[in-house]
């Protein structure tokens, strides 16, 4: 088991946004975090890379305990790669130099090798060729692909997402699942994604957990598309995987 949460408790001073989450992640999983808007999804990505600390649960990767007074808590974090909804790249800079960055910051690598590691990271994302523009150049939809080319430099274990298809219209959102999918295929990577999305969800996700934001519960962690052909779905989680068009035909 690579990544396993158990009793996972998530809240700003009093105010609780999870409580008791308990779900564990495979290697070479692609599992997504989905809900409505407020439910918690990004909170939960927050905690799983480090960023938030909850006072209650645990979360481990591979066995070792994930927290920050914890003596593999660096060596685990350096083994994460995140795109976040906006790319987060460094404006001034050309994308070979953006995804060169850690490779020069965290390995002993020579320059001649880190152009070749550059050089095919952006062919794996579809933009050989373009190491020379800047972000501002860029569609969209590269730059996501050139933030997540600069996500996978270091060669992850396991990748986050946050909303990546945020701010894309249908086409680019599409091309961006399939390009998920290769990476997993081609990397053996384990994929955290956190989205809203319906064809997303659908189309990439192995597993989803659904945060439920009446109850601040864990509804499930299951194939979304088993959970529609199952009796067993809850109401709110159908309303959710339909939109409501189900129970508005009933």
């Not at 320059?111 to 070749?116: G, L």
């Not at 989205?195 to 299951?222: G, M, N, P, Q, W």
Request: aromatic share 6%; with cysteine; hydrophobic share 40%.
């Amino acid at each position: 088991m690579q990544i396993k949460v158990e009793g996972l408790t998530m809240q700003y001073g009093s105010f609780v946004v999870m409580r008791d989450l308990n779900f564990e992640i495979t290697s070479g999983e692609i599992k997504v975090i989905m809900g409505v808007s407020g439910c918690g999804k990004s909170t939960l990505l927050k905690h799983l890379i480090g960023l938030e600390r909850s006072n209650e649960g645990t979360i481990q990767y591979e066995g070792a305990l994930f927290s920050p007074d914890a003596p593999d808590y660096a060596a685990i974090r350096r083994s994460f790669g995140v795109l976040f909804q906006s790319g987060a790249l460094w404006s001034s800079m050309t994308l070979a130099e953006n995804v060169a960055l850690p490779l020069e910051q965290y390995t002993d690598l020579s320059a001649t090798d880190i152009r070749e590691l550059v050089d095919y990271k952006l062919s794996l994302v579809g933009l050989s060729g373009a190491g020379h523009r800047y972000p501002n150049e860029l569609s969209g939809g590269m730059r996501k692909r050139a933030g997540l080319a600069r996500a996978i430099a270091l060669d992850p274990k396991v990748l986050f997402f946050d909303e990546p298809s945020a701010g894309l219209d249908p086409l680019s959102s599409r091309r961006l699942d399939d390009l998920i999918l290769h990476l997993r295929e081609v990397l053996g990577t384990t994929i955290v994604v956190v989205t809203h999305e319906l064809a997303s969800i659908f189309a990439i996700a192995d597993k989803a957990l659904y945060l439920d934001v009446e109850t601040k519960r864990l509804l499930c962690d299951a194939n979304p598309n088993a959970l529609l052909e199952s009796d067993d779905c809850a109401p709110v989680i159908r309303d959710f995987l339909t939109r409501g068009e189900e129970s508005q035909h009933n």
